[in-house]
């Protein structure tokens, strides 16, 4: 069964530095791994999904890498903003989803 | 484009009654369906998922059954809630092995 582990659980920076996200799962014959963000009270939205033939996808500010030997994943938020503020899951095969990095963005 | 609905928004039920939430999604043909639970300070918990209509398969054994009599259509039910059925309830669609979408979920208070 795939499990997700997200590291750190929650983190606070201030406005304008990067943010690096870690997810690691345990089945390496993952078919594709997705980030998502929620905010308080709210459904999840995609952010990146990577296809178990691809390295990385990028979408403006945001860069997802995928590491299938090491069962790892990054999310990595360039600049980061207060509206950045949420929380982060990713989830894997089966969709199995990490508890989720809670981030805080600090003005 | 596809969207997907969830209703009601927020539901109060006392302890013993029946439950029914629905999901509908729009724009998409025989989606794979799913229903998920978030409880306060954990994880997203798979309850079922649907490969098509009335395929369902249940992931953890529990007192809610789901449905799916349309194509597009998703229902979670439970003849007798109990407390520990309290959370914030989330459906979600995907195309095979494509990205999911999730609706905007329905918060379930059991009192």
Redesign the interface.
């Known amino acids: 069964k795939q499990e997700v582990t997200q590291i750190p659980a929650a983190l606070s920076v201030p406005e304008g530095e990067n943010l690096v996200l870690n997810c690691s799962f345990t089945d390496s014959a993952i078919?594709?791994l997705?980030w998502?963000r929620q905010d308080p009270?709210?459904?999840?939205?995609?952010l990146l999904?990577i296809?178990s033939s691809q390295r990385e996808q990028t979408s403006g500010r945001l860069n997802a890498s995928l590491d299938k030997s090491s069962g790892r994943s990054t999310l990595y938020i360039a600049a980061s903003q207060p509206g950045d503020s949420a929380t982060y899951?990713c989830?894997g095969n089966?969709?199995?989803?990490?508890?989720?990095n809670q981030v805080v963005v600090i003005p | 484009s596809q969207t997907i609905h969830q209703w009601p928004a927020t539901l109060v039920q006392p302890v013993g009654s029946p439950l029914s939430l629905e999901c509908t999604v729009e724009g998409t043909s025989n989606p794979n369906l799913y229903w998920y639970r978030q409880a306060a300070g954990r994880g997203l918990q798979l309850l079922f998922y649907s490969v098509g209509i009335g395929q369902i398969s249940s992931e953890v054994p529990q007192n809610l059954s789901a449905s799916r009599p349309q194509d597009r259509q998703f229902i979670l039910s439970s003849k007798k809630l109990l407390l520990s059925d309290s959370g914030f309830y989330l459906c979600a669609w995907t195309e095979y092995r494509g990205t999911q979408y999730f609706g905007p979920g329905t918060r379930l208070t059991v009192l």
Do not use: I, V
């Open positions: 078919y594709n997705q998502f009270g709210k459904g999840l939205t995609s999904l296809q899951l989830a089966r969709l199995a989803f990490g508890k989720g």
